[in-house]
């Protein structure tokens, strides 16, 4: 930036480039509307005031608000390369987003970290990043690598990544862990650390914050988020496809906090993402609900910019990147109009075709585009011995991530559990798929709905082994074996067959076709879903890849076994523990 040729256009010196006349413009720090012009150059706002400009474009009282910023997000979970997804966030108003690509990094260390920097570089979409904190998330899972300290400080010298992502590791914290701590102390005064910590409270809470969390997006209850902005810590609040928290939320935001809270996506699919939106439609849901549009608009702008240092954007000021959106109403939230960096990217909900032709787009390693290593796969992988008929059950949650641990009577076969679709009890599976080490954990779930067949996927957070759910064991071999073909994916298949797949070659998390493409594949595989029984109050892929998450309680799977959480130890499948 050109700081004294900016200037000497904000101060009237000479025209700007771009001057958009006559709109009603917020003002992020006021929270107020001010009709006014926009002077623009070289990609920045030069000033608000009455412009002239080489080019003048009257906006006719339209409205214009900053780009919208994702305060967390992981961009693999929408299956999408940076481009694809750059591609589907912003047409919708998402022109900057704070990722945490340690769904790669899970897979592919270190090289999934730099891919990502490298494939987000010259996008129209300003994509900051936050460093993988638990790669693995716990001890109790194999992951494609392992991150300590000594790896990820070397990316802090990196001007885009502004810290240590969502800390999940809470006991490694709260015990002081060498491992853990040696990734805190490598923090600065000037980066920031995520939090990822459901359920705690009390000196818990407190003493998690003390080691320098400064935020939270897994808040599921007013308690919850009342007790984190209480200990000092931006509230994020979530609306993913899996995990709904904004209705719940919304009752915490008043005059007083609303500027210590932010909006983030998360985990979105391509679909969500192109017809719903991310977090413009967090923004129409909100103040749906009552919230006052400009408290809406500052927890979608200034508020996170402000929380990570992000002195470049959040407002229409000058000295800022002229990200804005154009509004005809403010009534929908979807842009007419999209500007990145002062150039028109976005119109009408489509991309414009010049400037997205013009990015070259990075390959990628060898690596990542071969991780699924799996062994020889039979069915006798599947079989679940039991003593008796009792066993502990993973329990769904409707909208939610978190489990419940239930301990009920299921059907036995032979000495071996079986699923029984009419009692809404389905076998579960998790095969380490990064090493080929052969290890398998299996469990049971209740309330999933599948009826009949299996659905199989590599991606199941956070460690992305390979993950499958069926209502028979054979479905769920044949499910499970084509995935490893194709690089990864998520395959569906009913009475033998492999019904529908999307291969994810880029990790076994991300396809290299586009937004569009991506999200119709993955709608149609969605609505099969549905129609074999899935219940409709779930995703079916993000549900299902959550179900191998060992830190989110209660009762987890992961290759090495049921994880009963909030003990961080692995129990047997008829080993009482209530």
Same mark, same amino acid.
């Given at each position: 930036?050109?700081?004294?040729r ?5 101060a009237?010196?000479?025209k ?10 917020? /003002?992020g720090?006021?929270?107020?509307f001010?009709?006014t012009?926009?002077a623009?150059q ?20 339209k ?12 961009i ?12 589907a966030?912003?047409?919708?108003g998402?022109?900057t ?10 897979v ?7 891919y ?28 494609? /690598? ?6 990820l400080?070397?990316?802090l ?6 810290g ?32 990822? +910590? ?12 003390? /080691? ?13 988020? @009342?007790?984190r ?18 209705? +719940? ?9 609303s500027r210590?809270?932010?909006f983030c996506?998360d ?7 192109m ?8 923004v ?15 927890? /979608? ?5 402000s ?9 229409i +000021?000058?000295g800022?990147?002229?990200?804005l959106?154009v509004?005809s ?14 150039k ?15 990015i ?13 290593n ?16 009792m066993a ?6 409707p ?5 419940r641990?239930?301990w009920?009577e ?7 559990a079986?699923a ?12 380490e798929?990064?090493?080929?080490t ?5 469990g ?11 659905i199989?996927q ?7 082994n390979?993950?499958?759910i ?9 499910a ?10 998520i395959a569906?298949a009913?009475d033998?067959?492999? @019904?529908?797949i999307?291969p994810?070659p880029?990790?076994?998390l ?6 569009? @493409?991506?999200a ?5 595989m969605?609505k ?15 549900t ?7 830190v989110?309680? @209660? ?20 080993e009482?523990?209530?």
């Amino acid at each position: 930036m050109d700081k004294k040729r900016l200037m000497q256009v904000a101060a009237g010196k000479m025209k700007a480039q771009l001057v958009l006349k006559n709109a009603h413009v917020f /003002a992020g720090f006021t929270g107020k509307f001010l009709t006014t012009d926009i002077a623009i150059q070289d990609g920045y706002i030069a000033g608000l005031g009455q412009y002239d400009g080489e080019k003048e474009l009257d906006l006719l009282g339209k409205y214009i608000t900053p780009g919208f910023i994702d305060s967390h997000v992981h961009i693999e979970s929408s299956m999408l390369t940076p481009f694809g997804f750059a591609q589907a966030v912003v047409p919708k108003g998402t022109t900057t987003v704070v990722a945490d690509p340690h769904e790669i990094a899970n897979v592919g260390g270190e090289m999934g970290i730099q891919y990502m920097l490298d494939a987000s570089e010259s996008l129209p979409l300003q994509i900051k990043f936050m460093l993988p904190s638990c790669v693995p998330a716990t001890p109790l899972e194999d992951a494609g /690598a392992v991150l300590n300290a000594r790896e990820l400080k070397p990316f802090l010298k990196d001007s885009r990544v502004l810290g240590l992502g969502e800390l999940m590791d809470v006991p490694g914290v709260l015990n002081e862990s060498e491992t853990v701590w040696d990734k805190l102390d490598m923090i600065g005064p000037h980066h920031f650390v995520d939090g990822h +910590a459901p359920m705690l409270k009390g000196k818990e809470l407190m003493g998690y914050a003390a /080691a320098g969390v400064d935020s939270d997006h897994e808040c599921v209850t007013v308690e919850e988020a @009342e007790d984190r902005l209480a200990a000092g810590m931006y509230l994020m609040i979530r609306e993913g496809s899996a995990a709904h928290n904004l209705e +719940a939320l919304l009752p915490v935001i008043n005059e007083h906090n609303s500027r210590f809270c932010c909006f983030c996506a998360d985990d979105r699919h391509p679909g969500d993402l192109m017809n719903e939106g991310g977090v413009n439609a967090m923004v129409r849901e909100a103040v749906k609900l009552g919230l006052p549009v400009w408290q809406a608009l500052q927890m /979608a702008t200034v508020n996170p910019a402000s929380y990570f240092g992000i002195r470049d954007t959040g407002v229409i +000021a000058p000295g800022r990147r002229a990200d804005l959106l154009v509004f005809s109403n403010l009534d929908d939230w979807e842009p007419e109009e999209v500007y990145t960096h002062g150039k028109l990217a976005a119109r009408e909900g489509k991309c414009i075709t010049e400037l997205w032709d013009s990015i070259e787009i990075p390959p990628v390693p060898t690596r990542l585009s071969k991780s699924v290593n799996l062994p020889e796969l039979g069915l006798e992988h599947f079989n679940l011995p039991m003593k008796g008929n009792m066993a502990n059950v993973i329990g769904l949650i409707p909208k939610q991530l978190l489990t419940r641990h239930l301990w009920l009577e299921v059907p036995v076969k032979d000495g071996v559990a079986v699923a029984s679709p009419d009692q809404d009890i389905l076998k579960l599976a998790v095969f380490e798929r990064h090493n080929n080490t052969g290890k398998c954990g299996l469990g049971l779930v209740k309330g999933f709905g599948l009826k009949k067949g299996a659905i199989a996927q590599t991606i199941g957070h956070d460690s992305h082994n390979l993950i499958v759910i069926g209502a028979n064991d054979q479905d769920m071999l044949i499910a499970s074996k084509s995935l490893e073909s194709c690089g990864g994916g998520i395959a569906i298949a009913v009475d033998g067959t492999v @019904e529908e797949i999307l291969p994810l070659p880029v990790g076994g998390l991300m396809t290299d076709k586009s937004a569009t @493409e991506a999200a119709k594949q993955a709608e149609k595989m969605e609505k099969l879903a549905f129609n074999l029984g899935v219940d409709r109050e779930y995703d079916p892929f993000l549900t299902l890849a959550f179900l191998s998450l060992p830190v989110i309680p @209660e009762l987890k799977l992961t290759d090495r076994g049921l994880v009963k959480v909030l003990e961080g130890s692995i129990i047997g499948i008829d080993e009482y523990r209530q």
